[in-house]
Every structure is written in structure tokens, then in C-alpha cells.
């Protein structure tokens, strides 16, 4: 069982350059099973998800070949399954990204339902009631979803009740070959859904929109792989962003488009932080208190869900009281009790969380509760008095290639430590 130890207080500051973004990298892998032959994605980050995902399509007969540590060439010209077994969606829900490729190639697909996760119940009912509207009937069967269309995919226009990533992606990739016009209205406009678009208008297929609340695909005939790079990840650039913001030293983010991440950047700057915007990275300083700001999640380009747990921990080290109100997931707080441990100030009510800054932190052994969650709490100990020990840290592994080296290389005091060989972690032999 392997922990995270960080020895706070420690100067933390210099350039950090993140990888390519989790949330697309995982549905354009999905997406190559729409152009039978060799796709070639780079810039894919070296994660725990990519490699379920990359099982996922070994499953249904495509080859995954990993040509470096961040350059995948997937072969589906021999895909011959269209079920994805519950054992790899239980392990990564995003798997439920190869339902509309099923779709569109195949005419049917057998994919397990996925569970919910710690943050929330996590349904799929939009993406099912935007697919049966395209022609494809739903049958539930032992925790399988049984899609089929026997009489195909027809175009047809779909108004999403919320603008969720995953049903635009399945919608998008189901209609592509599609016979006649797919409008998705109020349609999510994240980065990452315009880098699924992008790479497949390069496959030759024809949609329009993507990036505004209204997407059009008009259906097309086969599809040919490409090659495509995977866009800069907001949300990790975003992690080393409030760490810099926190820590108050220069730290430059590279390898993120900054227009990606702009109302976070904005209520940065409002809580008091220096941001320098370049084309491609940002360097962030702080010398004044952090002052507190309202903030609201919503889709993008709202304040995005996933920054939440971030920008908490320097709201609840801020001079003053906020309210941060949480409208995409309903159980995304985990990471505002484990934070109490470490001396905050939060209280919980319902979606909101009204934040009463802190003179400072001291350090506590907590527990990852999610991704994010997880990637905050190691923020946290980077300036609380003292040590931190962050436990189920496999969920900080899912999304974060090379964490705790990286923070390494910003000179901060961090190690991964194996609790069943304490011995080895000549760190905490000092601090004793
Ligand atoms: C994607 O999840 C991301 N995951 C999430 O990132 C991100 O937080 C989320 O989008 C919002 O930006 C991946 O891309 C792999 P949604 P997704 O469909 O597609 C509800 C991270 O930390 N909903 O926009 O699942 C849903 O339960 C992860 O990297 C339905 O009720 O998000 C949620 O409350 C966490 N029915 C809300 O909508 C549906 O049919 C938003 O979900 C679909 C969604």
C-alpha cells in the first residue's frame, strides 16, 4: 500500500510542462475504433486510465502498440467484438466512451453499466435517451446495457437536459456515419470535446459547432485513421497553477492553451495571485494574501468542476469567508472534510460550502477521496506545518502522470512511500 509524504513549508517554485489532457485522450482512443486501420495518437499522457482504456479496445480485438511513453499507434482494422465487459467498466466508467463508436460501426453494443464513484451517481441516462432518439433501442440485461439499431442510425436533433461531456462525446461519435443531420443542442463546449471533433473532421468526418452549445454532424461514408496529438491537459496545468498560486513563488506551467483555463485564471487573479499569460503556458506568483472569492461550478467555460478541490484549498487559506457551490456533481466535498483534519475551517451545506480562512495548516495523515480531491490534499501539504501523509493515492494515479516527481522538480519535499517497506522512505527516517 503506497502513500504520498509531504514535508511542508519547503520552497516550491520553477517550470513544470504537463502532459495531454486525461478527459480526451480517453475518448479519442474510443473514437479510433470509427476508422478501421492505424491511428497514431501523441501526446497521450502515461496514466493509470489510459492503460484500462487501452485494454478496453484490446478487448473488443484492436491492437494497442506503445510506440514511446506518450505515443500510442492503435490498430481496429480487426475489431470484431462490440462488448465491453463490466470487470474493465468497473474500472474506469469513462469506458462507457466506446458505446457510440459500438454504435456507429457495429449497429449494436453490450456494455456494462457503470456504478456510480465516490463524487456522485454518475447515470447515463442522457446519453441513452439522446441514442434512442438517433434509432437505437435499449434493452438492461444483468447490468449489461444491450444497444442495438437494426434499422440503423438516423440524424435527428437532441436537446440535452444538462450539458454533459460524456452523452455530446457518445452522441457525437454515434452519428458520424448516421444517415442525414444530428444537431445536439446545448451541447457541452469543453476543450476536449473540440479535440474529439477536430480529430474526427481530420478522419474525414463532417461536424460543425463543436466548442458552442449547438454541434451539427451531417453523416458520412468510412472513416480513416490519422494522426492526432492529444490537446494540453486545463485541468493538470490547472493543478500546477493554484499549487503556484498557493506557494506565492514563481512557478511556469507549460504546454496548455491559458484561453483554456480562463475564468479560472480570472478568479485567480481576483483572489490576489500575478498571472503572466503566454501563447502555450502561464507563470503564476503571489506576494499579497490570498483573498477570498465566490465560486460557482458549471460547465464549461464555467469554473470547471474539476479545479474545485484545488482552488478550495487556497480559498481556505484565505483572508475572509467564500461560498463555493458545487452544480456539476452531488457529492464532490470529500475533499473539504478530509481538509478539516488539516485544521480548515469548511462547512458543508448541501451543494455549498461556506469557506472561513485560516491562518494555516498543519500537516495530518488523510485520504485521497478522488482524483482531484486526492491531487489537492498533496497541494495542502505542501505548505502545512510539518508532515501529511495522503493514503489511496491509486486515485490520484488515475489522472496524474509523474506527480510526485514533478512537484520534486519544483524543489518540494514529496515521496511515494510503500507502507509495507517504511524503511525505504529515507524521508521520514529524517523528519523523525
Ligand atoms: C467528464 O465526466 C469528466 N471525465 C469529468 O472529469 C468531469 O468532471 C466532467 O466531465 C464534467 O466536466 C471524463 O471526461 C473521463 P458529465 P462525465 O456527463 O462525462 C450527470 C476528472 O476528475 N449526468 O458532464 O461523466 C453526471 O452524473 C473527472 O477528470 C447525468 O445525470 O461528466 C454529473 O453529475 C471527474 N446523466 C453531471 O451530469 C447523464 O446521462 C455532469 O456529467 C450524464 C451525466
Redesign the pocket.
Known amino acids: 500500500m503506497e502513500v504520498i509524504r509531504i514535508e511542508g513549508g519547503h520552497p516550491v517554485t520553477g517550470e513544470v510542462t504537463v502532459e495531454g489532457a486525461?478527459?480526451s485522450a480517453?475518448?479519442l482512443m474510443a473514437a479510433t475504433l470509427l476508422a478501421p486501420g492505424v491511428t497514431t495518437l501523441e501526446n497521450v499522457p502515461n496514466i493509470a486510465?489510459v492503460h484500462v482504456m487501452g485494454k478496453v479496445l484490446k478487448e473488443l480485438g484492436a491492437t494497442v502498440e506503445v510506440v514511446d511513453e506518450h505515443t500510442l499507434r492503435i490498430d481496429t482494422s480487426s475489431v470484431d467484438s462490440w462488448e465491453t465487459p463490466y470487470s474493465l467498466v468497473a474500472q474506469m466508467?469513462?469506458s462507457t466512451a466506446v458505446l457510440g463508436p459500438l454504435l456507429a460501426r457495429f449497429g449494436k453494443a453490450i456494455v456494462a453499466m457503470p456504478g456510480g464513484c465516490n463524487?456522485?451517481?454518475?447515470?447515463?441516462?442522457?446519453?441513452?435517451l439522446g441514442l434512442q432518439a438517433l434509432g437505437v433501442q435499449f434493452d438492461m440485461d444483468h447490468g449489461d446495457i444491450h444497444a442495438s439499431a437494426p434499422n440503423g442510425l438516423k440524424g435527428a436533433t437532441v436537446t440535452l437536459d444538462?450539458?454533459?461531456?460524456?452523452?455530446t462525446?457518445n452522441l457525437i461519435m454515434a452519428s458520424v456515419h448516421a444517415d442525414g443531420v444530428t444537431v445536439i443542442d446545448n451541447a457541452?463546449r469543453?476543450p476536449?470535446i473540440v479535440d474529439l471533433a477536430n480529430m474526427l473532421n481530420e478522419m474525414g468526418a463532417d461536424i460543425q459547432g463543436a466548442g458552442t452549445p449547438v454541434i451539427e454532424i451531417h453523416g458520412v461514408g468510412e472513416l480513416h485513421p490519422v494522426t492526432h496529438a492529444v490537446v494540453g491537459d486545463r485541468?493538470e496545468a490547472g493543478t500546477f497553477v493554484a499549487i503556484g498560486a498557493l506557494v506565492g513563488q514563481p512557478v511556469t506551467v507549460r504546454g496548455f492553451d491559458p484561453q483554456h483555463l480562463g475564468l479560472v485564471l480570472r478568479k485567480y487573479e481576483q483572489m490576489g495571485v500575478t498571472i503572466e499569460r503566454g501563447r502555450r503556458e502561464v507563470t503564476v506568483s503571489r506576494t499579497a494574501p490570498l483573498m477570498p472569492t465566490d465560486i460557482q461550478t458549471l460547465?464549461?467555460p464555467g469554473f470547471?468542476?474539476?479545479m474545485q478541490a484545488q482552488t478550495m484549498c487556497l480559498l481556505a487559506l484565505a483572508q475572509g469567508t467564500c461560498i463555493v457551490t458545487e452544480n456539476?456533481?452531488?457529492n464532490r466535498f470529500m475533499f473539504a472534510s478530509e481538509l478539516q483534519r488539516m485544521g480548515s475551517d469548511i462547512v458543508i451545506q448541501g451543494h455549498h460550502a461556506v469557506v472561513h480562512g485560516v491562518e494555516r495548516l498543519s500537516g495530518a495523515e488523510v485520504r485521497s477521496p478522488?482524483?482531484?480531491g486526492g491531487a489537492a490534499l498533496i497541494m495542502a501539504g505542501l505548505v502545512a506545518d510539518g508532515t501529511t501523509t495522503v493514503s489511496d493515492i491509486y486515485h490520484v494515479d488515475r489522472?496524474y502522470e509523474r506527480f510526485v516527481e514533478k512537484l520534486c522538480a519544483l524543489g518540494a519535499q514529496v515521496r511515494r512511500v510503500n507502507m509495507l517497506d517504511p524503511s525505504a522512505d529515507e524521508f521520514a527516517m529524517r523528519v523523525r
Open positions: 486525461k478527459n480517453l475518448k486510465d466508467r469513462a463524487i456522485g451517481a454518475r447515470k447515463i441516462d442522457m446519453h441513452i444538462f450539458a454533459s461531456v460524456g452523452a462525446e457541452a469543453e476536449e485541468i460547465p464549461f470547471p468542476t474539476d456539476v456533481f452531488e478522488d482524483l482531484r489522472g
